[in-house]
Structure formats: structure tokens, C-alpha cells
């Protein structure tokens, strides 16, 4: 039987914030699997082992001193390794639901998870005319946010997930560099939260905003179970 909740944590540098992160995350949602991710930086597997986690040490794909990518937009290449990332780690944990953890998410109490596509914060960015004007175009009767927010603390559906994958690696195969060099209003296609969001939304699954999650700049965040933006260990 699959768990409810699991997570994919991307990490590079930052070991204090990781083990504040996991240790939070663990301590509400102890059994929940956790692949934890080194893009490119340092030696997180001391940690991994303490808490359990499936560990990858990948080429950096955020940018570094070495490679020197523009930290926007990810390219074709760059993002289809970013859906390879999110697709191994659908596989590996087998849950229903997956996390989005960073190093800056304070996970404060357990919490449902509701019926949801894809659910982040709600003062999010917002598409650009022509990407709302596309997605509205294949989905004519489909109500969903013009906004998006799946940062760290955000959730979206694996099984979903699943359905979508192959079409989503062909669509971005034959179209992402395209649109990113063609029309200027797609320049948010190279971001990963909005991307994921764009994509799950093409295809009849929209965004929600999430009732467990809270920026940190927000007044109430302190009434929720979930705050993202929390700098404190940095």
C-alpha cells in the first residue's frame, strides 16, 4: 500500500538548513520517504543516512562557478533533466502525494493532504497573457489560478504525475526552446514551479492554492502548518 506523502529535496551547500528541514519534516511525517538530491554541491549522504533518505550526488543543473547557467530560463536540456529528477523520484518513494522541499521550508505540525492536482502558496507569480491564453485554449471549461506557487512546501499529485510524463517529455521536446526563443511572454516556462504548473494545467489539471502552506512574509503564516521563506538557518 503506497504512503500518503513523500518528498523530493533538492540540496546544495547549505547542511544546517538541510538537517532543519529534515528533522522538522521527519518528526510530523516520520515513515514519509525522502529523496534527497546534491545538485552538484557538497556530500549530503552523512545526512541521508541519519534520516533515511534514497541519495543522489547529480551534475549541477541550478548553475554554478563551472557550467555558468543563467539561473532563468532552464533550457530544453536543463528541464527535461529537472522532470527526470521529479520522475525518479515518483518511482523511488511510491506515495501518492510528493513534497517539494528547499532548505528554506519549515515543516510545524502534520496536516491533511485534500484532493488535489498540484497545490502551492497563494501569493504566487502570475502566467503571462499568452501562456494563460494557451492553456485556456486546450482546456475551454477548465476554472483554474492564473497564478502559481509550487516552491518549496508546495505538493502535487504522483499519480497524475504519471499520466502526464511522457507527453509532458514530448512537449517539451518539440516546443519548450521554441517558445522561449520565439515569444518573450513564455520566458516563464524556463522556471521550474511555473513550468510544472503550465504543464499540469494544459492538461485539465489545475492549481490550487494550498490550505497547509504560508509564505514567511505573509502576516498570518504563523497559523499554518507549513511556512516557506524561513531564512533563519542561513
Known amino acids: 500500500m503506497k504512503n500518503n506523502l513523500g518528498a523530493i ?3 546544495y551547500k547549505n547542511k544546517k538548513a538541510t538537517r532543519f528541514v529534515l ?7 516520520p515513515d514519509s520517504p525522502i529523496v534527497l ?9 552523512d545526512l ?11 551534475e549541477n543543473l541550478y548553475g554554478d562557478s563551472t557550467n555558468n547557467y543563467p539561473t532563468l530560463p532552464y533550457n530544453k536540456e536543463r528541464m527535461l533533466r529537472w522532470w527526470d529528477r521529479l520522475n525518479l523520484s515518483v518511482h523511488i518513494n511510491n506515495t501518492k502525494y510528493m513534497m517539494i522541499l528547499e532548505d528554506d521550508v519549515y515543516v510545524k505540525d502534520n496536516f491533511e493532504i485534500p484532493d488535489i492536482n498540484l497545490a502551492g502558496v497563494r501569493i504566487g507569480n502570475y502566467f503571462s497573457n499568452e501562456m494563460l491564453k494557451e492553456i485556456k485554449e486546450n482546456n475551454p471549461d477548465l476554472n483554474f489560478s492564473n497564478n502559481y506557487g509550487m516552491c518549496g512546501g ?8 504519471r499520466l502526464i510524463y511522457d507527453d509532458v517529455v514530448l512537449d517539451i521536446k518539440e516546443n519548450h526552446d ?14 521550474v514551479d511555473a513550468n510544472i504548473t503550465y504543464h499540469f494545467n494544459k492538461r485539465g489539471y489545475p492549481y490550487s492554492h494550498a490550505p497547509w502552506l504560508a509564505e514567511k512574509r505573509e502576516r498570518d503564516c504563523n497559523n499554518f502548518p507549513v511556512v516557506h521563506q524561513w531564512k533563519d538557518h542561513y
Do not use: P, W
Not at 48 to 58: D, L, N, P, V
Not at 183 to 189: A, D, G, I, S, V
Open 9 to 11: 529535496f533538492t540540496v
Open 23 to 29: 528533522e522538522n519534516f521527519k518528526k510530523f511525517f
Open 37 to 45: 538530491i546534491s545538485d552538484g554541491g557538497d556530500d549530503f549522504s
Open 48 to 58: 541521508a543516512t541519519e534520516f533515511s533518505c534514497s541519495y543522489y550526488h547529480m
Open 154 to 161: 508546495s505538493i502535487f499529485n504522483c499519480d497524475i504525475f
Open 178 to 191: 521554441k517558445l522561449l526563443e520565439s515569444n518573450k511572454e513564455y520566458f516563464l516556462l524556463g522556471a
